[in-house]
């Protein structure tokens, strides 16, 4: 079956700094995937749509220039967060569709912690 | 907006008994929805959607449009059924994009 990885799958940073984390299609290629931020004992909520080849699409209330993100190509979708604070300290999960294209299967990364000090 | 209630955050029942996890969306439109499972220190999967009708590990969900529900439901849990479930919403033409529930804890004790 479609797989999705994410790396790193646990990151501790400074506040102030910025971290990069990546998202994989490993046996197919995905031209829309989908970040997710999930808080202790909450639920996932979805922050943006990445799309390969062009902007990304960010739900309201996610702030654009603090959450960058890059489709560069149709098997890889970047999540830089952007001079963070430990407000921002989360669980980022990522997925994307399965093959054939148009189908409605979403396979999600194992995610990553992300702890801001 | 759509919206996705579940209102239980936790369910714990006895070994071979029914298991009803709730659901409740607000959508204008005609929505696909899903129920997807995590178990312990596993990534989220799908476990079963409403176009497919389907059962999966005994567990079944309908459709209600008249009281905009998606229920799920098993006839006789078992401990490995223990885990994280989400009911989610995609809407008509969106892309696969989803709206998640607040998610329910089974708990199924031995």
């Known amino acids: 079956g479609a797989v999705v990885s994410q790396h790193p799958s646990w990151v501790i940073c400074k506040s102030g700094t910025s971290v990069k984390i990546e998202c994989r299609s490993l046996?197919?290629?995905?031209?829309?995937m989908f970040w997710y931020r999930q808080f202790p004992k909450q639920s996932l909520m979805l922050m943006a749509t990445s799309n390969e080849g062009s902007k990304a699409t960010y739900e309201q209330g996610v702030e654009k220039d603090k959450f960058l993100i890059n489709h560069a190509s149709l098997t890889l979708s970047t999540l830089t967060v952007t001079s963070a604070h430990p407000e921002d300290s989360s669980f980022y999960i990522c997925s994307a569709p399965g093959r054939p294209a148009g189908t409605d299967t979403q396979y999600f990364g194992p995610g990553t912690r992300l702890t801001v000090l | 907006a759509q919206r996705v209630t579940q209102p239980e955050k936790l369910l714990s029942v006895f070994k071979g008994a029914p298991v009803e996890l709730k659901c409740n969306y607000s959508?204008?439109?005609?929505?696909?929805l899903f129920w997807y499972v995590q178990y312990s220190r596993q990534r989220l999967q799908l476990l079963l959607r409403h176009i497919s009708r389907e059962s999966i590990k005994g567990f079944t969900a309908d459709l209600n449009k008249g009281e905009t529900s998606f229920h799920l439901k098993k006839p006789f849990a078992q401990e490995e059924d223990s885990a994280m479930y989400y009911c989610a919403l995609s809407p008509a033409n969106a892309g696969n994009m989803l709206t998640f529930g607040g998610g329910t804890r089974l708990m199924v004790k031995p």
């Open positions: 959508y204008s439109g005609s929505p696909e």
């Open positions: 046996d197919f290629q995905a031209t829309t």
